[in-house]
C-alpha cells in the first residue's frame, strides 16, 4: 500500500502549491464526487473532472488544500484529511469562515485513481466512513458560527449570492412562516428568494446585532436591515430574529421572527427539546 501513498504525496504535492495541471493520476473514467457544500454533484470522466475543478476553483483566490494525514482504510482506500484556506473573490468570504477541516476518500486501482469522494466537513466524512472523530489530529473543526454567519451577511449586502449561500446546508430550509410568509425548502429555493427580498431595493445593509449559542446546535441571530427603494429618499428599517439550527457546520434550518421575545422564547425551546 505505500505505492499508493507515494502516488498520493505526489498529486497532494502539486494541489499544495496550486498546480491542478496534471491528470496523469487520473484513470479515464475516474468518478469524481462532491458530497457536501451548498452544490453536492458528481463529475465521471476527465474531461467533467477538468471541468469541474475549473468551476469550483473560479469562484475562488488563494484556494489551498493542505494536507494534515494520510490514512490508509484498505488496500484501495486512503482517506486524506485537509486543511482548507482561501477567500471567495467577489465578497472575500473567507473558506475558514466557515469550515477549515474537510477530507478526500481516495480510491486507487491498478496505480490510477479511479474515485475522489470529497469532504468540506471533516465530520461529515468521519460520519459516513463510520470512524471515531478522537481519532484526527487536535484541531477543532466546529466552525466560528458567529463570523461565519457575518461574512455570509455580508455577501449578500454586495448581492454576492454564490458566497452567501456556501453557508447553507443542500436541503436547508428557510422558514418565513412566523413572519406570515412562506416557507423556501432547498438552497436554490432559498438563494431565489433572498435574491427576491433583496432585489426590490437599490440600496441595503443587513447588520448583525446579537448573537447567542444556546447549544444542541441552536442559534439566535438578531439583525437590523436599513433599505432605500429605488426613486425614494427615505430608508425603511426591519428589525427582525432568526432562530438557527445547524449540521456539521452548516445552516439547517432558519425559523425568521418579527418579534425578537416569540424568537429568543421558540430558540430557548428548541435548544432544550433538542438536549
Not at 149 to 155: D, E, K
Request: net charge negative; with cysteine; aromatic share 8%.
Amino acid at each position: 500500500m505505500s505505492e499508493n501513498l507515494d502516488l498520493l504525496r505526489s498529486i497532494y504535492a502539486d494541489c499544495e502549491r496550486g498546480d491542478y495541471s496534471r491528470v496523469d493520476w487520473a484513470d479515464p473514467e475516474i468518478e469524481y464526487v462532491i458530497a457536501d457544500g451548498p452544490t453536492p454533484t458528481t463529475f465521471r470522466g476527465l474531461s467533467e473532472l477538468a471541468a469541474g475543478m475549473r468551476e469550483s476553483l473560479s469562484a475562488w483566490e488563494n484556494l489551498r488544500a493542505r494536507v494534515d494525514e494520510y490514512r490508509e482504510l484498505d488496500e484501495e482506500r486512503v482517506l486524506v484529511l485537509l486543511h482548507f484556506s482561501g477567500h471567495a473573490k467577489m465578497s472575500g468570504l473567507d473558506v475558514d469562515a466557515i469550515s477549515t477541516r474537510g477530507a478526500d476518500l481516495v480510491e486507487i486501482h491498478d496505480g490510477k485513481v479511479t474515485k475522489i469522494v470529497k469532504y468540506y466537513v471533516l465530520d461529515r466524512a468521519l460520519a459516513d466512513l463510520g470512524l471515531a472523530k478522537q481519532a484526527v489530529p487536535e484541531e477543532s473543526s466546529t466552525p466560528d458560527l458567529v463570523e461565519a454567519l457575518r461574512r455570509s451577511m455580508g455577501a449578500v449586502n454586495r448581492r454576492d449570492f454564490d458566497a452567501a449561500m456556501i453557508l447553507y446546508a443542500p436541503n436547508a430550509v428557510w422558514d418565513a412562516s412566523p413572519m406570515g410568509l412562506d416557507v423556501f425548502e432547498g438552497a436554490e429555493a432559498i438563494r431565489g428568494f433572498l435574491e427576491e427580498w433583496f432585489g426590490v431595493y437599490e440600496d441595503f445593509e443587513q447588520v448583525l446585532e446579537e448573537f447567542r449559542d444556546l447549544g444542541n446546535s441552536v442559534t439566535l441571530a438578531v439583525s437590523r436591515q436599513r433599505a432605500r427603494l429605488p426613486g425614494s429618499g427615505a430608508f425603511v428599517e426591519l428589525h427582525y430574529a432568526a432562530v438557527v439550527t445547524w449540521i456539521d457546520g452548516l445552516v439547517e434550518r432558519v425559523a425568521v421572527y418579527s418579534e425578537i421575545d416569540e424568537a429568543r422564547a421558540a430558540a430557548e425551546r428548541l435548544a432544550q427539546e433538542r438536549g
